[in-house]
Antibody, heavy 118, light 109 residues
């Protein structure tokens, strides 16, 4: 079965860090671009970052550059999002998705909730 | 930062037709923006419908179609069904990144 399963969300204090994981199965992960998308409660979607198949190239939305890092481990069929200096504004559901081609996010995980609160 | 704007909400009758649009603050949306369309229902992850302007996935119902219209990307729903009630988002390529549209809530009444 083709699926993505995110984990690592939870409650964190402002200024803290969190690492999200996304485990892939059912498709060839090592040849796939992967993307992180977030959705603040009751609001719209925000494209966060993507990474190329061998992990050598990453792209980030300007507003998060320097605080968030996307990386992957193809041996574990997993992609990660390291989030530092978290603020209340980072509270959201974080989804990972496969980018088949030019933003065609054809496979999505169920999402993991990150809550940043004192 | 590029802003991609969609109609906040649209209402359509069952069996009717509705067109959603997706406009970029930086100029015309073209095929080089590789516009994508996603459907999201409450409590669910988004689902891809259309990619590269007008290409459907195997699971996309035939009543959904994508196009370019007057400098915007467009998603047309023809013969709307009650289950089409959802939030719809476009996603466009912007330099080395991507930007989601603000989303359109489609109500079927």
């Amino acid at each position: 079965e083709v699926q993505l399963v995110e984990s690592g969300g939870g409650l964190v204090q402002p200024g803290g860090s969190l690492r999200l994981s996304c485990a892939a199965s059912g498709f060839t992960f090592s040849t796939s671009w992967m993307t992180w998308v977030r959705q603040t409660p009751g609001k719209g979607l925000e494209w966060v970052a993507n990474i190329d198949p061998d992990g050598s190239s990453q792209n980030y939305v300007d507003s998060l550059k320097g605080r968030f890092t996307i990386f992957r481990d193809n041996a574990k069929n997993s992609v990660y999002l390291l989030m530092n200096s978290l603020t209340v504004g980072d509270t959201a559901v974080y989804y990972c998705a496969r980018d088949l081609i030019w933003g065609d996010l054809d496979i999505w995980g169920q999402g993991t909730m990150v809550t940043v609160s004192p | 930062q590029t802003v991609v704007t969609q109609e906040p909400s649209l209402t359509v009758s069952p069996g009717g037709t509705v067109t959603l649009t997706c406009a970029s603050s930086t100029g015309a949306v073209t095929s080089a923006s590789y516009p994508n369309w996603f459907q999201q229902k409450p409590g669910q992850a988004p689902r891809a419908l259309i990619y590269s302007t007008n290409i459907k996935h195997s699971w996309t119902p035939a009543r959904f179609s994508g196009s370019l219209l007057g400098g915007k990307a467009a998603l047309t729903l023809s013969g709307v069904q009650p289950e089409d009630e959802a939030e719809y988002y476009c996603l466009v390529h912007d330099g080395r990144t991507y930007v989601f549209g603000t989303g359109t809530k489609v109500s079927v009444l």
